[in-house]
């Protein structure tokens, strides 16, 4: 069965640390580049961060930069997102996707509602960030 599995998540006080796994089974990840996305409560679904099959050229939304780090072991066919002084906004259901046909990963990140022909979304992790 072709999956992705987020693990990771979890309740994070303010100004504390997370990393995120994205680990896939069923497919390998080498060939596609890797997305992470968040929605919280009534707002829709947003790019976070995402990273490239290959030059490893990866993309951060602005309320993310400099504190999420994405990475990515293809030896574990595994996608980690750290996450670093955390706020009581980033508290959301994170998602990754992965997709083999994303033209970059700006586009991808930007428009997580495109599908670019092949694409698998795990279940999500919930981040609570809260004292």
């Known amino acids: 069965q072709l999956q992705l599995v987020e693990s990771g998540g979890g309740l994070v006080q303010p100004g504390g640390s997370l990393r995120l796994s994205c680990a896939a089974s069923g497919f390998t990840l080498d060939y596609y580049a890797i997305g992470w996305f968040r929605q919280a409560p009534g707002n829709e679904r947003e790019g976070v961060s995402c990273i490239s099959s290959s030059d490893g050229n990866t993309y951060y939304a602005d309320s993310v930069k400099g504190r999420f780090t994405i990475s990515r072991d293809n030896a574990k066919n595994t996608v980690y997102l750290q996450m670093n002084s955390l706020k009581p906004e980033d508290t959301a259901v994170y998602y990754c996707?992965?997709?083999?046909?994303?033209?970059?990963?700006?586009?991808?990140?930007?428009?997580?509602?495109?599908?670019?022909?092949?694409?698998?979304w795990g279940k999500g992790t919930l981040v609570t960030v809260s004292s």
């Open positions: 996707k992965a997709d083999r046909f994303a033209a970059t990963v700006q586009a991808m990140c930007v428009e997580p509602g495109v599908n670019y022909g092949m694409e698998y």
